[in-house]
């Protein structure tokens, strides 16, 4: 199907250089870590010359082979989009976790318990705590404190890493990083899934997103969206063309969009088709938090094309 595998890439690259491929990268031509088909062999030239890594790019490459093998032809101008064509399994599954919405709406990210007491009076659906300490004893009290304070209020609490204290609490859900998820044995996995609470995960590329999908989580983090200094950045910022084929190939799950989101970058991340934005800047360095949020959540509602 593939007679020159550089003019192959290439007529990649010219298709889809200008919307996926990141504004600073560096054109690599590493070798692949396996025997590649022709096809693999070309998308994974094109796909590190556009800035993936090399495990996105090797995963984009053996998406792409299925796509061409269930088309019976290679066409370099189809991003592969559909989900089969990743491995991923259809649904419904014997091993997801509880449901959440499919649109999240606004979800705000938060230092403490009064932070996220006060969004969640100010009306935003969904709020992270992510309370910072190594102190156990304090992160007891602030979990606690953290799902009492959305009560009485229809706001959905996260808790970022501390799952255990999240249990403890009764909290609606947790939220969990890839290397979080990575270091939690899988009887703790199973602990978590049948307890009934809600698990959120981060990704940040196709290689996460499918190392994820193998939990059948709750919903998915995709980032970073944007650069961001609040944490250090696992790999570079996504961009929203590459969020919007993120949102369309894992459109089962709920998607929450994540990194260095602000009102003005709100539209072009809402119109990718995720059901959620977060923040975090754009509500707590906001000279009135509540008034900041309360617009964020409208906007976040009337850009959603999530019924």
Known sequence: MINNIDAAAQAIISHHAADLGLPDWQPADAPPASEPTPIEAAVQLACLRMGFDGVDAQVIAQAWQRQSQRLGQFDPAAWPSEPQDFGIAAWPRSNSFAPCPQALGLYVVLPDAAWVGRMARAGVPTVQLRFKSEDSAAIEREVQAAVEAVQGTDALLFINDHWQAALRAGAYGVHLGQEDLQALPLADVQR????????????????????????????????????????????????????????????????????????????????????????????????????????????????????
Request: proline letters at 3%.
């Open 192 to 307: 978590l899934r049948e307890s009934g609470i809600r698990l959120g995960l981060s990704t940040h590329g196709y290689a996460e997103m499918l190392r994820a999908d193998r939990h059948s989580p709750s919903y998915l983090a995709l980032g970073a969206v944007f650069p961001t200094t609040l944490k250090r950045m696992a790999t570079a910022a996504q961009g929203t063309a590459r969020l919007a084929h993120y949102a369309r190939l894992m459109a089962d799950y709920p998607l929450v969009a994540i990194g260095g989101i602000d009102e003005e970058r709100l539209s072009a991340v809402m119109a990718t088709g995720v059901g959620s934005a977060a923040v975090v800047r754009a509500v707590v360095g906001a000279e009135q938090p509540e008034e900041a949020a309360k617009a964020l959540a409208e906007r976040v509602r009337t850009l959603s094309h999530i019924a």
